[in-house]
């Protein structure tokens, strides 16, 4: 069974701030991790993930996570916060053995951004 | 381009009502998933489509729940006799392949609310 744990349902930064969105996974096979954006009523859109090619991942808008097998983590930063990454953001957890890219969401992180 | 489309946006229907949620994916996506997301919660896995074929319920709740992709392309979950702990929001997703190497692309979901 896989699952993730995401460290802090609410985090509020200055706008310039760093953002640093908690992580931390359970998998018992080599696991592909993701990070989402969720948007007040729309879906999920992809920041990132991880495929085992490289332990530092960069997304899009100027996100970045890093794949930590020792602590089993897979924390979101960003430098430099912007007001309009006010949002929830969900990591999740894939098994690739089957099953296409079912994917284990923890409970999300609301980022508030401040001026 | 198009993504993925659900409709309606948003649902209300008394208890004992059933429902049925519509997904339109992405031309051509071989994969479908249903989520659903309880208010302040990550989405959970419902069930996943391979064209036509389900091949994997496991996610869903109860017997009340039931989906169909009768064509390999558009999607209904249905809902019999709702009751109020199936309010949440239901969110649809696609992806090209059957392998889980492509992205989930999601739809903007939609909100349930049983009274």
């Known amino acids: 069974a896989q699952s993730v744990t995401q460290l802090g349902s609410h985090v509020s930064v200055s706008e310039g701030a760093l953002v640093l969105l908690r992580c931390n996974y359970s998998?018992?096979?080599?696991?592909?991790l993701f990070w989402y954006v969720q948007y007040p009523n729309k879906g999920l859109q992809l920041l990132l993930k991880?495929?085992?090619?490289?332990?530092l991942v960069k997304g899009i808008n100027g996100f970045e996570a890093e794949f930590k097998k020792s602590e089993t983590s897979f924390h979101l930063t960003k430098p430099s916060a912007h007001m309009s990454d006010a949002a929830e953001y969900f990591c999740a957890v894939s098994d690739r053995m089957g099953g296409g890219n079912k994917l284990t969401f923890g409970t999300g992180t609301q980022l508030k951004v401040e001026l | 381009g198009a993504g993925v489309s659900q409709s309606p946006r948003y649902k209300v229907a008394k208890r004992g009502q059933d429902v049925a949620l519509r997904c339109d994916p992405i031309?051509?996506?071989?994969?479908l998933f249903w989520y659903q997301q309880a208010l302040g919660q990550g989405p959970e896995f419902l069930t996943y489509?391979?064209?036509?074929?389900?091949?994997?319920k496991s996610g869903l709740p109860s017997d009340r729940f039931f989906a169909e992709r009768p064509e390999g392309s558009v999607s209904t979950l249905k809902i019999q006799r709702t009751q109020q702990e199936d309010s949440a929001v239901y969110l649809c997703?696609?992806?090209?392949?059957?392998?889980?190497?492509?992205?989930?692309?999601f739809g903007n979901g939609t909100r349930l609310t049983v009274t």
């Open positions: 031309s051509g996506h071989v994969s």
């Open positions: 991880y495929t085992s090619a490289a332990t």
């Open positions: 998998s018992s096979v080599p696991p592909y």
């Open positions: 489509f391979q064209n036509e074929a389900q091949l994997d």
């Open positions: 997703a696609s992806s090209l392949d059957r392998a889980g190497n492509s992205p989930l692309h």
